[in-house]
């Protein structure tokens, strides 16, 4: 799984809203075709980091490479372009269309012809979402929405999937089934980036895992290094 | 905010101005010169009681011409059945304007926003529909004309003739100043420190206990009264008393000269006046070759400036900041 | 009885054209999050271009309906680029002021080129007067309510079967979302204003051959679309149709039963009651078009 040349490199960067600066010299190296995590606390800047390699938030100093490639501050259109999606914190899809509609426009992107095959292969990974093709969107479960939404950013066969927790309030049953797509996700070839709140259960499913606060990196390892750091048991896992 | 303090002077500095300028009708008696002085004292003063609302509680009522419009008929109407002196006209166009503005009032101030102008478009909508068609009191589209001449006391004893500007003249300036006054009043007073509180937070504002609504309401009447008494000074000037007086052209105008010349800002109002009224006078356009080169001004500051009508507001404050 | 119905006739092909305007407005407030003061005008134009081309040009009826959309099709390009593009992210008074600076534009143009009499532009339907027992009806309202139908379902079609018109709905419902999936929302808002402009002019072409066009006519018909807007719920294109019909009704009622020249106070009075006790619209709330 790992190699020596990471598939996206983030270098101290230096991002935020104008006055409001947020990242403070973050470093991120993310494998190919690994999961990767990223927590701590509110306001530590974890969707801002997401939001920064997607291109809406603006980088101060530093840089973002993708496969070796300069990709800092492009658009999102191009980042989408250059095989990166992105699934943002809160719903992020179109309650007013059916699942198939809201599935068209994942896929705006794509010429006319292949889409429907991109579906289809879709229903195939997600059958929940075939069975709900016609309804609207609106009327899924949080579960389901969530799970429609990375269905949204997969259409793109994306090399690379950012996640922005996906489980923020879920119940638990459905959490489990979230996780699951996302491992499925993983084993199809996406590398994945995840924020997430539940540490412990993410810690689980990840190959790396990164620690912020305060803009700042706090700690960074392999999930198991990190999942076994006495101070991160502490404040993370509640051991 | 910080546009009206940056101004701290500059109500002397117009004042002194308005002082100097208060000697040209003796050095140029021309009626041509008279009337453009005369047209841009009126327009300042109506501006700032515009800029009342639009500067003091961020609200942009679109049915300011409504007040101007009323005053001018109430005089011409009086002016036609007993002749009042004008100082009476003006208190009866005052009060009336004031009145209209309490009954626009009980809908308008339910609403904020965009819904405030939209509801004042109606209201203004109404009245200048209800002025066009109740011919029997104001001839409808046919007009009132030869308003009976402004006189200091009743029957014509001390006239201000149409003939005789240099009166007009003196009479608009120190309506200007007392208006220049009250509106510097309001804006640094005790109400207008409230609305400024109001203002940069409304939700700190009303939790201190300040009656946001009441404050807003008030400053909406003073601002009516005004452009009541100013439509009052005006209809025996001009002579004639049309419904398009009531008309949005007239808000427009005063819509311009608030945003290009920055709203908020004294200075801004007053210079705004002076550069959007004295070259369509001198050039003698129509009113609507007018009104279409302030549309194009307006569309120009808002889409091209970076921050929209607030930074020109602080560009406008920069570039005249005198202190 | 006969006279409610004659009344009623009337109130359904101007709730009919009232119905295009607002439906043009609700487009635009969905997907662009745009109040255009300016909408009524481009209805003001569109019936000033038939009596342009087809009264002082004698240029036949259609012929003079083809050319005016095609003018209102660039007249909308040209307003998304100059005035809603550049406005699209600032507050609503930037916005308030750039659609009524354009507002005021269009009505002095108006002017300039066609004076401030009121014109018609009465074609051979309007003007064969048919007699339904007792009713008599211009033959041209069933043009009128015709053409609005036909226009409702095409654009219907369009937001629901073609690639654009899914957009135009993506980015009413969530416009953030667009960009995460590579939507291009400056697309679609040209889109969405050029068939809102388009949509403005066609109700005028279509409604000058019964009723006066003025340079006036403009904001009060932006009035009425606005309030059939509010009334619908902004965005609920269904909803702006329906509450279009009952204003053309209820003003079509008021100004045969009480009085035909305070006809627009009736709807200015219902634009105000309804922004003061029901501001999310009379249908409950659904977000988008
Ligand atoms: N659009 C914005 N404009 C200004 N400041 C913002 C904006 N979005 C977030 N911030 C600020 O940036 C900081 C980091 O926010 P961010 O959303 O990245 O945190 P987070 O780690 O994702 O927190 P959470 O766990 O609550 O999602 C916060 O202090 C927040 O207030
Ligand atoms: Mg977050």
Known sequence: MESNNPLLVMNKIYSGYGEVKVLKGVSVDIFDKSITCIFGPNGAGKSTLLKTIFGIVPVETGTILCNGKNITNLNPMTILEMGISFVPQGRCNFPNMTVLENLEMGGFTIKRGTIEREIDDVFAKFPILCQKRKDLAGNLSGGQQQILEMAMSLILKPKILLIDEPTLGLAPNLVNDVFETIINVNDQGTTVLIVEQNAKKVLEISDFAFVLDLGKNWMHGTAKEISENPKVKLHYLGL | MKAIKENKYSIFLIIGVLLLVSILPLLVNLPFVLHVLISTLMYIGFALSYDIVTGQIGAVSLAHASFFGLGAYVTALIGKAIGAPFWLNIIIATILSIGLAIVMSLPAFRLSDLSFSFATLGLALTVQLVVKNWVKITRGPMCIHNVSNSSLW??????????????????????????????RLISTGRLGRTLTA?????????????????????????????????????????????????SMDYTLNLLAIVFIGGSGSLLGVVGGSILLTVWPELLRVTPAFRLIIYGLFLLIFVTSIPNGVKGIISNVNKRLKIN | MEIFLQYLIAGITNGATYALVALGLTL????????????????????????????????????????????????????????????????????????LATSIILSNVAILFWGTTPRLAPTKLSLTILRLGPITISSHRFVVFFVAVISFIALSFF????????????????????????????????????????????????????????????????LKALTSVVMGGLGNTTGAIISAFILGIVEALFSGYVSSQYQDVASFVIMILILVFRPHGMFGKKVGI
């Open chain 3, 28 to 99: 635009l407030v969905g997907v662009a999050r745009l109040v255009n003061f300016a909408h009524g005008d481009f209805f003001m134009l569109g019936g000033y271009l038939l009596v342009f081309l087809f009264v002082d040009k004698e240029i036949p009826y259609l012929l003079s309906i083809v050319i005016t959309l095609i003018v209102m099709l660039i007249l909308g390009l040209l307003f998304e680029r100059i005035v809603v593009h550049p406005t699209i992210n600032k507050t609503w008074r930037e916005q308030l002021v750039a659609t």
């Open chain 3, 159 to 222: 937001t629901k079967n073609t690639k654009i018109g899914k957009a135009m709905r993506a980015a009413s419902q969530n416009r953030d979302a667009c960009l995460i999936y590579g939507i291009n929302v400056n697309f679609v808002s040209l889109v969405t204003v050029t068939i809102s402009t388009m949509m403005s002019g066609l109700a005028g072409v279509i409604i000058t051959p019964l009723y006066n066009v003025s340079p006036t006519v403009g904001s009060v018909m932006t």
């Open chain 2, 198 to 246: 109001v203002r940069n937070d409304e939700v700190l504002a009303s939790s201190v206990g300040i009656n946001i609504q009441r404050y807003k309401r008030l400053t909406f009447f003073i601002s009516a009264g005004i452009a009541g008494a100013i439509g009052s000074l005006w209809a025996p000037y001009i002579s004639v008393v049309c419904p398009d007086y009531l």
């Open chain 2, 154 to 183: 009743f029957n014509g004893i001390l006239e201000i003739s149409r003939t005789n500007l240099i009166a007009y003249f003196y009479l608009f300036l120190m309506v200007d100043i007392v208006i220049i006054i009250l509106y």
